[in-house]
């Protein structure tokens, strides 16, 4: 499909649908794995479990990432690079409420090949609270750490774990899901139009010219329609356009670097 119905299909690409997970019918085979947070760490006042220092030893690169989706009204520690480009995709996606980075400890069991059992735990990058009130577990990670037999091991037990005992989905997003473009380039235009740089007279002028032209149409379309001028560095049409489609009140064809030829149809079904 080339035409995207959300602002961001990433975690939809990696097997994530809009269905709300169901426990098995058959009872687990190990024994159930528990978290320390309540409702995964998706709560107000919930703080990441675990500290990303601000230097480190290993190869990574710590950032922070502002957001005004988590509880704690603070910006997200990341560890690389990656990550950083995850959250973008998740907080340009109005499918996607509410965030908790490190936001629980997984206590689990894993069965060994001569019928031993050990306990283990993991730390997820993120949970995700989705406006159909469902969550997904987020874990981002370079393809080449995913394919380490220690971390293949375990991938699938996780899954299971959040699946049948929390009712969650478990996804890992490596860049053969985040760096896909031109979606990475519009996820990151998307992210120098929102807030605080809300124009609300632009906005209600962008609204007005949806109006009058109809949709589907397109950016060129509705900026004209809008009467809006650009003076060669902002243009109010086109981030008010931008703002409308993280807000969830449009969406936009991501299968094409965004230009005037870009297509404009309706928000997105949830």
């Not at 709300?20 to 479990?49: D, F, H, Q, Y």
């Not at 069965?111 to 735990?121: A, Y």
């Not at 874990?139 to 699938?156: G, I, N, Q, T, Y």
């Amino acid at each position: 499909m080339t035409t995207m119905r959300t602002s961001d299909d990433t975690l939809n690409a990696a097997g994530i649908g809009d269905e709300r997970p169901t426990a098995s019918s058959k009872a687990p085979t190990r024994p159930r794995s528990r978290v320390n947070r309540v409702a995964l760490g998706l709560t107000a006042g919930a703080k990441p479990v675990r500290r990303i220092k601000a230097k480190t030893k290993r190869i990574s690169r710590p950032g922070q990432f502002a957001t005004s989706n988590t509880f704690v009204r603070e910006p997200i520690r990341t560890e690389s690079v990656l990550e950083m480009d995850g959250l973008a995709h998740v907080e340009t996606n109005p499918r996607y409420i509410r965030v908790a980075p490190q936001p629980h400890r997984l206590t689990f069991h894993v069965d060994g090949p001569d019928g031993s059992t050990r306990v283990d735990t993991y730390v997820p990058d993120l949970a995700v609270l989705t406006v159909e009130g469902n969550v997904v577990v987020v874990d981002f990670k370079w393809s080449w750490l995913r394919s380490l037999p220690e971390w293949a091991e375990v991938e699938p037990v996780i899954r299971e774990a959040y699946r049948v005992d929390h009712g969650a989905h478990f996804v890992v997003l490596t860049e053969e899901h985040i760096h896909v473009e031109p979606r990475r380039t519009n996820v990151a235009i998307m992210l120098l139009h929102r807030a605080p740089a809300e124009n609300a007279p632009a906005v209600t002028a962008v609204r007005g010219a949806i109006g009058r032209v109809g949709l589907p149409s397109t950016i060129g379309a509705i900026r004209a329609a809008s009467g809006l001028s650009t003076d060669g560095v902002r243009d109010p049409a086109f981030s008010a356009l931008m703002e409308l489609a993280m807000d969830g009140e449009i969406s936009l064809d991501m299968s094409h670097l965004f230009d005037d030829r870009t297509i404009v149809r309706d928000g997105p079904v949830v």
